[in-house]
Nanobody, 127 residues
Framework: QVQLVESGGGLVQAGGSLRLSCAAS????????MGWFRQAPGKEREFVAA????????SYADSVKGRFTTSRDNAKNTVYLQMNSLKPEDTAVYYC????????????????????WGQGTQVTVSS
């Protein structure tokens, strides 16, 4: 049974930082490209960041570029999202997701491409 479990969310003041983690189990983690998405109340789930199987290639939404960094540790079956210079508009539930791929450099920005999702972790940024 595949499980993706996010952690690290919380309440932080604007300008602060948080580091989200997503621990995977029940799959061969190194075969999966991983992504981060977020969903604010009343809004669609949107792409935040993605990382290839090896971690060598990343992609970011324009709204977080330069502030957020995603990385992964395949030995620990974990993907991370370091969020710096947080803004109130970053407030949302953050989800990690995984898609199996045989292409080492592939990543996905479309939520419909992903096979598995975590349950989400709340990030709240106060002004």
């Amino acid at each position: 049974q595949v499980q993706l479990v996010e952690s690290g969310g919380g309440l932080v003041q604007a300008g602060g930082s948080l580091r989200l983690s997503c621990a995977a189990s029940g799959l061969t983690f190194s075969e999966y490209a991983m992504g981060w998405f977020r969903q604010a109340p009343g809004k669609e789930r949107e792409f935040v960041a993605a990382i290839s199987r090896s971690g060598g290639i990343t992609s970011y939404a324009d709204s977080v570029k330069g502030r957020f960094t995603t990385s992964r540790d395949n030995a620990k079956n974990t993907v991370y999202l370091q969020m710096n210079s947080l803004k109130p508009e970053d407030t949302a539930v953050y989800y990690c997701a995984g898609v199996r791929t045989y292409i080492s450099w592939r990543y996905a920005t479309d939520k419909n491409e992903y096979d598995y999702w975590g349950q989400g972790t709340q990030v709240t940024v106060s002004s």
